[in-house]
């Protein structure tokens, strides 16, 4: 059998977080600093299913580190979950000749190379997800630069907290995951950071805190909630 990689396909899926460009500029340089053709795939597996692709060579990349969003598109893809979805992205591999599949992406990006590989497809992921939540990666790439966007917006909304001695609950991203929640309401000094990894009592997890600094002098307070943070009645 042929193990000569020559054709390496790029995807970028889900949602799209900053620094998937600079991603896809440092595969495709790398693949022809190796003399294999990239090849890029449109909207995520839904490109690979439908067979959407398009060569790539440095033109291609040119300027792409500093660009936001993904120049691949990105879409999430219901029928890659089921085996019929994942057996046609195969047959587009072996029809485009795409030897092996970097996916760029979050934890459905990853469930998809999982099920692409279990197939028979050589493939790699990326983490690129503003979440934090792939193991085995301290920084995922986007999460430092959304936790330093909600923090610039919270330091800015302090401001007028202060002004009106106000207390602000301000929700960050993170789907069920709460490490952005965590990081953000550190750095912002939160009187209280609401995760969804853990219940949560509000009296004694919100208002005592609230009460507490009160008492010793605080005016103005932040709550920081998670997206996944959803009221599910008591706790």
């Known amino acids: 059998m042929d193990k000569i990689v020559r054709r390496i396909g790029i995807l970028t899926s889900g949602g799209d977080a900053p620094g998937m460009n600079a991603a896809i500029r440092a595969a495709v340089r790398s693949c022809l600093q190796k003399g294999i053709t990239p090849v890029g795939i449109h909207r995520g597996y839904n490109g690979l299913i439908q067979g959407d692709t398009v060569e790539m060579n440095a033109r291609s990349v040119n300027g792409l580190s500093e660009r936001g969003g993904t120049i691949l598109y990105t879409a999430r893809c219901k029928e890659f979950t089921t085996d019929e979805g994942v057996q046609q992205a195969v047959r587009t591999c072996r029809y485009a000749g795409i030897d092996g599949v970097i996916a760029i992406g979050g934890d459905g990006t990853f469930r998809g190379a999982q099920k692409l590989s279990a197939a028979g497809v050589n493939t790699v992921g990326v983490p690129a997800t503003i ?13 430092d630069t959304a936790a330093n966007t909600a923090i610039q917006c919270i330091d800015k909304l302090s401001d007028t907290m202060q002004s009106h001695e106000r207390a602000s609950v301000v929700e960050v991203m993170g789907r069920h995951a709460g490490h952005l929640a965590v990081y953000v309401g550190l750095a912002v000094g939160a009187t209280a950071i609401l995760v969804p990894e853990f219940p949560v009592d509000f009296e004694r997890d919100v208002i005592e805190r609230v009460r507490q600094g009160k008492y010793r002098g605080k005016r103005h307070f932040v709550i920081v909630v998670a997206e996944g943070r959803r009221p599910h009645g008591p706790g």
């Open 131 to 143: 979440d934090n939540d792939i193991g085995c990666s301290h920084y995922t790439i986007g999460f």
